[in-house]
């Protein structure tokens, strides 16, 4: 469930919004089809409609929602080619990228990138699905960075978000999403120890891992 803001953790409200309600979209909370209003969203958000309403055209922008005027906004749906096509995407970009960092990331940075793991996981045992996904990006993000390749981060952020995680919700039931979670101080020990090869072999099973989550839970809806 969306919670309300703790607005110091980002810089603008409007940014904190964004990263929520992309968030939103992405775990399946905002569901593609259903209108959502500024007004109604900013009840869940405790905060005025303007932020919420600014969000979301950002959003809009990166086609993430449609506008539909004198209404409110509609969540971009996403096909099951859509998705095969983001994760191809996203395996050909992320799992070399990451891959060519092992060795550029100076052991006093590895605590703060332990604590973002750290975060992924206490979401998933809260089963706070928003947190875990905005978690999630942050912690891919961050290893990103040490490519300083500034259009890398933002294709993948990108891809990222246009990525649906229906099935997260089911996970969460069954107990399991915890161990997915952890997949990730997985990547940092692979990191820690120069594991290059392995590190990358290790996203492909975790990208595709994710790519599953959308695929078994869409097979469940429609059985």
């Known amino acids: 469930m969306i919670e309300r803001l703790d607005i110091s953790r980002r810089p603008t409200l409007r940014d904190h919004v964004s990263d929520a309600l992309r968030a939103a979209i992405v775990s399946g909370?905002?569901?593609?089809?259903?209108?959502?209003?500024?007004?109604?969203?900013?009840?869940?958000?405790?905060?005025?409609?303007?932020?919420?309403?600014?969000?979301?055209l950002d959003l809009v922008r990166?086609?993430?929602?449609?506008?539909?005027p004198n209404k409110g906004f509609r969540v971009t749906e996403t096909s099951e080619e859509d998705l095969d096509s983001i994760a191809k995407i996203r395996m050909l970009l992320e799992p070399p990228s990451v891959r060519s960092i092992v060795g550029a990331i100076p052991a006093a940075d590895l605590p703060a990138l332990r604590d973002q793991a750290d975060k992924i996981?206490?979401?998933?045992?809260?089963?706070?699905?928003?947190?875990?996904?905005?978690?999630?990006?942050?912690?891919?993000l961050m290893l990103l960075d040490y490519c300083h390749n500034?259009?890398?981060?933002?294709?993948?952020s990108?891809?990222?978000a246009q990525t649906r995680l229906f099935g997260l919700a089911a996970l969460v039931e069954r107990g399991e999403l915890e161990k997915s979670a952890r997949e990730h101080h997985t990547i940092l020990d692979l990191i820690e120890t120069h594991q290059a090869e392995e590190?990358?072999?290790?996203l492909r099973h975790h990208i595709g891992h994710v790519r599953g989550i959308w695929a078994a839970s869409n097979a469940s809806d429609r059985a």
């Open 29 to 56: 909370e905002l569901e593609p089809g259903v209108l959502y209003s500024a007004p109604t969203l900013s009840e869940r958000f405790g905060i005025s409609a303007t932020p919420v309403r600014e969000a979301m």
């Open 62 to 68: 990166q086609g993430l929602v449609i506008s539909v």
């Open 121 to 140: 996981v206490h979401a998933a045992l809260r089963g706070d699905l928003v947190e875990y996904v905005d978690a999630d990006r942050r912690f891919h």
């Open 150 to 156: 500034p259009r890398l981060s933002q294709i993948v």
């Open 158 to 160: 990108d891809l990222r």
């Open 199 to 202: 590190l990358e072999q290790f």
